[in-house]
C-alpha cells in the first residue's frame, strides 16, 4: 500500500471513529443525562405539564383542546369556549391560517365568527374580543383572555344551575398575570377553568 492509500485509509479510519463517538455523544448520553436532569428538576414541564382529573388525564395545560358537544362539532354551553383553532386543536399540524389582516377570507370569517361568538353568549358583537374570533400563531393556545372568559360567565352559569358571582369568581381566581409583570398579556388556561368549574356544586 502507498503512502497516499495509508494517508487516505488513515483519514478515513478517524472520520468514522468521530463520527461513532459524536454519535454516542450526542445522540444517546447528552439526551439521557438532559431527560435525566429534566425529569429530576421539573418533571411536571418534562411530562408535558399533564393536567389529571378524577384519577385520569385530562390534557395539557400547554395545548388547548375542543369543548365540544359529545360526538360533534359544535360547541358545548356548559363550558367555556377556547379561541378558534383552524386545525381543531390537533398537535400535529400546528401553526397559523397564513392569512393577512386584510385577506378578504379572513375578514369574512372574522365577522361571522363574531356574530356566532355573540349569539352563543348573549352579548352584543361589539363585546366580543378579538381572541374569540382569531386563532393564534400555533392553533394551539390554551389560554383566553380574561375579557373573553367574561362575556361566557352568564351562558356557563346558567347551564350549570350556577350563582353568576360564583363563575365570575372562578374566572378572576384563574386569571394569571403577565409574565414578570410586564410581559404578554393577562390570562385564563381553559381546561384549568373549566376542571374547576366541574368541582362547584349548582344551586
Sequence with gaps: ???????????LFSALRALLVLSVVTGVVYPLAVTGIAQAAFPDQANGSQV?????????????????????????????????????????TTGSSQLGASDATLVKSVRETRKQVAAFNDVPPSAVPKDAVTGSASALDPHISPA?????????????????AQVEN????HTEGRDLGFLGNERVNVLELNLALSRLPAN
Design 170 to 173: 372562578l374566572v378572576n381566581a
Design 148 to 164: 373573553y372568559a367574561e362575556i361566557q360567565v352568564g351562558r356557563v352559569a346558567k347551564e350549570n344551575g350556577l350563582a353568576q
Design 1 to 11: 500500500m502507498n503512502t497516499s492509500a495509508r494517508t487516505t485509509a488513515r483519514l
Design 52 to 92: 389529571e382529573y378524577e384519577g385520569r388525564e385530562a390534557g395539557s395545560k400547554l395545548i388547548g383542546q375542543t369543548w365540544n358537544l359529545k360526538g360533534t362539532d359544535k360547541p358545548d354551553p356548559r363550558w367555556f369556549q377556547p379561541r378558534p383553532s383552524h386545525s381543531a386543536y390537533d398537535p400535529l
